[in-house]
């Protein structure tokens, strides 16, 4: 049996689940468009734990999402993970941030990309299958008329997250299916979680960081007038 906490903190969700060999048991997330993850995460861990009557010394493992994603939401996320994986002296497991969003589609046929916003008309994405097989890696890619044109003209792709809103401005073909409002959640990293446990594919949590894809840039505040 393996008790596995789950951290998504990658975008404004701010996401915890408790999961029992991968299935998830509590949900607790704040499904808003504002960071909330300094003020709540830690109260959502405590508060999983609490109804589903776990203490911490019973986790097996935690897991955080890895990334891409928001660089503060990102570091807030692992930070809380590898406090909690060294003072229970409990594994770390890392899952794909698209990789756990494209989990949220179901689709019988076709493509399915989970894309996050970037800057500008950048976004973040990832090609699966619908049988949620990897077929292209994470990149970071600047839309235009010609995106996933290749892959729109073999069938149906399903475009989700939160960099759907700004795709669906540029694309226009009726292959295109755009899952709107949705955002990568803790529910899905249950059983990708669970997988990784059983085959001991685990990070070193002294040395593990999130896949920010991107580097990080600090923009100067503008000049007061």
């Given at each position: ?89 409990i594994p770390l497991i890392s899952v794909s941030t698209l ?102 594919d685990t990070e070193d949590v002294a040395y593990f960081e ?16």
């Amino acid at each position: 049996m393996a008790i596995i906490l789950s951290i998504e903190t990658a975008t404004t969700n701010c996401s915890v689940s408790l999961s029992k060999n991968g299935e998830t048991l509590l949900l607790k997330e704040d499904y808003s468009s504002n960071y909330s993850h300094a003020e709540r995460l830690h109260v959502f861990i405590d508060e999983t734990l609490r109804e589903a009557n776990i203490e911490r010394h019973q986790l097996d493992a935690i897991a955080v999402s890895k990334g891409p994603g928001s660089y503060t939401g990102l570091r807030i996320g692992v930070s809380a993970a590898k406090g909690l994986c060294y003072a229970l002296d409990i594994p770390l497991i890392s899952v794909s941030t698209l990789e756990a969003l494209a989990h949220q589609v179901k689709a019988e046929s076709g493509l399915i990309i989970p894309m996050l916003d970037a800057r500008r008309m950048e976004v973040y994405s990832a090609i699966f299958s619908s049988e949620l097989k990897e077929i292209r890696k994470i990149e970071a890619q600047i839309l235009d008329e010609t995106s996933f044109k290749a892959e729109l003209l073999k069938g149906k792709v399903s475009f989700i997250g939160n960099g759907v809103e700004k795709t669906k401005e540029i694309i226009n073909n009726e292959n295109a299916i755009f899952v709107e409002g949705k955002l990568p959640s803790a529910k899905e990293m249950s059983a990708l979680a669970f997988s990784k446990y059983k085959k001991s594919d685990t990070e070193d949590v002294a040395y593990f960081e999130p896949y920010y894809l991107k580097d990080f840039i600090a923009l100067k505040p503008k000049p007061k007038k």
